[in-house]
């Protein structure tokens, strides 16, 4: 029962423009969301968190945001650069609190 | 510096063999975890281990042992591997702590077997 969604397999945006991904999730216990990127053979390298006590995280190019009432969260990449081309996972720990639960991912591409 | 580094990078086998993926991590962290990669590409957590001991065991066949040597050190065995074991399998490993200790993966072993 994949409890961290991510609806969207791929998503392809122009390099300047913003990139958004987005993240539901069915466990309302959640309360830790992490962003993982990554690329072909290699494996995923954290990017961004938040805490359910906040909406906003920010972090240069990057901003999680998170609706807990829709149990959705979205990742802004803007402007979004041709090396960001890769994998985002979404994911959030497991309520054992020792392994995260991941999203199906999401294929970003950036085109010049 | 490698932080987790797991060989081989590749393992092709045939039906029915047994085979080993090793895992090291020198960023002193306690937890170290398996995770496999299959062909939906979903991750999922195998297994998790806390210095040294087994804290998380999903529902893996018991053709999958881990060892941990030491809490540097997570070895993967699988006996009588099948087709449907075909995956990339990453190891990962976190320091104490829950909510603010991000994984730390290995670039993964792509297991073939035919």
């Not at chain 1, 999680?64 to 802004?76: D, I, Q, R, T």
């Given at each position: 029962?994949?409890?961290?969604?991510?609806?969207?397999?791929?998503?392809?945006?122009?390099?300047?423009?913003?990139?958004?991904?987005?993240?539901?999730?069915?466990?309302?216990?959640?309360?830790?969301?992490?962003?993982?990127?990554?690329?072909?053979?290699?494996?995923?390298?954290?990017?961004?968190?938040?805490s359910s006590i906040k909406d906003k995280n920010e972090d240069?190019?990057?901003?999680?945001?998170?609706?807990?009432?829709?149990?959705?969260?979205?990742?802004?990449?803007?402007?979004?650069?041709?090396?960001?081309?890769?994998?985002?996972?979404?994911?959030?720990?497991?309520?054992?609190?020792?392994?995260?639960?991941?999203?199906?991912?999401?294929?970003?591409?950036?085109?010049? | 510096?490698?932080?987790?580094?797991?060989?081989?990078?590749?393992?092709?086998?045939?039906?029915?063999?047994?085979?080993?993926?090793?895992?090291?991590?020198?960023?002193?962290?306690?937890?170290?975890?398996?995770?496999?990669?299959?062909?939906?590409?979903?991750?999922?957590?195998?297994?998790?281990y806390n210095n040294k001991e087994l804290i998380i065991n999903?529902?893996?066949?018991?053709?999958?042992?881990?060892?941990?040597?030491?809490?540097?050190?997570?070895?993967?065995?699988?006996?009588?591997?099948?087709?449907?074991?075909?995956?990339?399998?990453?190891?990962?490993?976190?320091?104490?702590?829950?909510?603010?200790?991000?994984?730390?993966?290995?670039?993964?072993?792509?297991?073939?077997?035919?």
């Open positions: 029962d994949q409890q961290v969604k991510q609806n969207s397999p791929s998503l392809s945006v122009q390099e300047g423009r913003i990139s958004i991904l987005n993240c539901d999730y069915t466990n309302s216990m959640f309360d830790y969301f992490l962003w993982y990127k990554k690329y072909p053979a290699e494996g995923p390298t954290f990017l961004i968190s938040i240069g190019r990057f901003t999680v945001f998170l609706n807990k009432s829709a149990k959705h969260l979205s990742l802004h990449i803007v402007p979004s650069q041709p090396g960001d081309s890769a994998v985002y996972f979404c994911a959030a720990p497991g309520l054992s609190g020792y392994a995260l639960n991941f999203g199906k991912g999401t294929s970003l591409l950036v085109t010049p | 510096d490698t932080a987790v580094s797991q060989t081989p990078k590749y393992l092709v086998t045939q039906m029915g063999n047994d085979k080993s993926i090793k895992c090291e991590q020198n960023l002193g962290h306690d937890t170290m975890y398996w995770y496999k990669q299959d062909s939906k590409k979903f991750l999922k957590i195998m297994f998790s999903e529902t893996v066949p018991n053709r999958f042992s881990p060892k941990s040597p030491d809490k540097a050190h997570l070895n993967l065995h699988i006996n009588s591997l099948e087709l449907g074991d075909s995956a990339v399998y990453f190891c990962a490993s976190s320091p104490p702590g829950r909510h603010n200790s991000p994984l730390h993966f290995g670039n993964g072993t792509r297991l073939t077997v035919t």
